[in-house]
């Protein structure tokens, strides 16, 4: 006769099973959109701190560069107070979603972080504009982690490479978003309003549909399954199996190959065993990979500035390079499950490399915008790949809380980039700016190219076998 703990650890290994078996039909698909809503509003809250920049120093809050290399009054501290929320935010607070549930740790980081914009958009002095971006941005960090442990539990595992990239052609939409309004307002003072003002608190728009979003999506089965919530569990499953198959047209595989759910993890075990390897492949990737992403994105209207071009021209060509953002996780999504997700990494990164280096050593303009749009393409290929693929490489019992840690680091790495950005670009120009870029890439590509395991095809579970 099984013990309790035999008796749970089937059970959940069930609950896995018929999920990797379930077929992507419309209801499968409605999930991974409304995670992906959730996520656009991330995104924005995000990534408008390049395109409101401009606005920021015009309207004489912040300066371009930093008078020091820590300085506090200068573009660079905005961007550091972003990030260094997001690094508290996924490093102190990434757990709570292992403890609490993905569901109720999506819905209420993404109410804190949209009020505390909103009281952003009305400071008109450095140290509180910078104090509540740091507080948006603890916000911001937690729902990073939710929504890639939610979105890699919720999707069958054939299809996760697929789901992350219309996650994030979801969420990339964001940035033309922002690159548009950015462009019509920044440069203006509508009701005697700051443009940057407006454009910031398009992110609270996100309160309004959290309430909406939270009804539709049900907590992850794998959850509840660990935290032995099976009746609960069992009844989502069973929804989704009914729905899925009424749409499907076709009975559901019988084969249910169950992997063993273990009991809940703790902190020391992303330390043990071969999740050693895996945490510190991830934190060397983390620290370098955002040096080219952030380091393009936070900066690409002042990299434009800074080679000569006018504020309202180079928001202008800012949008026509954040049209493009979208179309990169969209491309790779007829790649996404069948090309191992380490290489797509890989490529993406030589890609920023070389593309970086050509937008850093011209000043003509269709060359820069060309460019541009391949830096926005590869860095969104790059963001797709690896969102997925480090939610693949810890079990459920660990998953948000190791998501959290090694993301962290991410976080704190653009926190010291942007400083050193601004240095580069005040002493060396957008050149120098590039070069540091290309550098930081080399050590991504050897990062997850030699210590990253393969993923492609198998269920979670074997993955963190």
């Not at 035999?6 to 499968?28: F, H, K, Q, Y």
């Not at 920049?53 to 371009?64: E, W």
């Not at 909103?118 to 929504?147: C, K, P, S, Y």
């Not at 983390?286 to 071009?309: A, C, E, R």
């Amino acid at each position: 006769m099984r013990t309790h703990t035999e008796r749970s650890t089937v059970a959940a290994g069930l609950i896995s099973a018929r999920i990797d078996r379930l077929p992507m039909t419309r209801t499968m698909w409605n999930r991974v959109i409304l995670l992906s809503l959730g996520g656009f509003f991330e995104f924005y809250d995000m990534l408008f701190t390049g395109y409101v920049g401009p606005g920021l120093v015009k309207s004489g809050i912040l300066t371009p560069t930093t008078p020091g290399l820590f300085g506090t009054t200068g573009l660079a501290s905005f961007v550091a107070a972003t990030f260094l929320g997001m690094f508290l935010g996924t490093l102190l607070f990434g757990f709570l979603a292992d403890r609490l549930g993905r569901k109720i740790i999506f819905t209420y980081a993404l109410v804190w972080y949209s009020i505390a914009t909103v009281i952003m958009a009305f400071q008109d002095h450095a140290f509180g504009l910078n104090l509540w971006r740091f507080i948006a941005g603890i916000g911001v960090g937690v729902e990073m982690v939710t929504i890639d442990a939610y979105l890699s539990e919720l999707v069958p595992r054939a299809h996760r490479g697929r789901a992350f990239a219309y996650n994030q052609v979801i969420q990339f939409t964001a940035v033309p978003t922002i690159a548009f309004l950015a462009w019509l307002l920044v440069p203006l003072s509508p009701f005697g309003f700051d443009g940057w003002r407006w454009v910031v608190l398009g992110a609270s728009v996100g309160a309004i549909f959290v309430w909406w979003i939270r009804r539709r999506v049900p907590e992850s089965p794998r959850w509840l399954a660990m935290h032995g919530r099976f009746e609960e569990a069992d009844a989502i499953v069973s929804d989704l199996e009914a729905k899925v198959t009424a749409e499907y047209g076709a009975p559901l595989s019988t084969d249910l190959r169950t992997q063993p759910n273990e009991p809940r993890g703790k902190f020391a075990e992303i330390w043990s065993g071969q999740y050693r390897s895996r945490t510190i492949m991830l934190i060397i990737f983390n620290i370098f990979q955002t040096v080219g992403y952030y380091g393009f994105s936070n900066w690409v209207p002042t990299l434009l500035i800074k080679q000569g071009i006018a504020l309202t021209t180079s928001l202008g060509y800012t949008f026509l390079i954040a049209i493009s953002a979208p179309f990169g996780p969209l491309l790779a999504a007829s790649l996404a499950d069948r090309m191992e997700r380490k290489w797509q990494i890989v490529l993406a990164a030589a890609s920023v490399a070389i593309g970086g280096t050509i937008f850093g050593s011209t000043t003509i303009v269709p060359l820069l915008i060309i460019f541009g749009v391949v830096l926005t393409l590869s860095n969104n290929i790059m963001s797709y790949a690896f969102h997925a693929y480090q939610a693949e490489l810890y079990p459920t019992r660990i998953r948000a809380m190791a998501i959290g840690f090694v993301y962290a680091w991410s976080r704190l790495s653009v926190v010291f980039s942007a400083f050193i950005i601004a240095f580069f670009l005040d002493r060396f120009g957008v050149a120098g700016v590039f070069a540091f870029i290309s550098g930081a890439m080399l050590i991504v590509m050897l990062a997850i190219g030699v210590l990253g395991p393969p993923t492609k095809g198998l269920a979670l579970e074997e993955i963190s076998e």
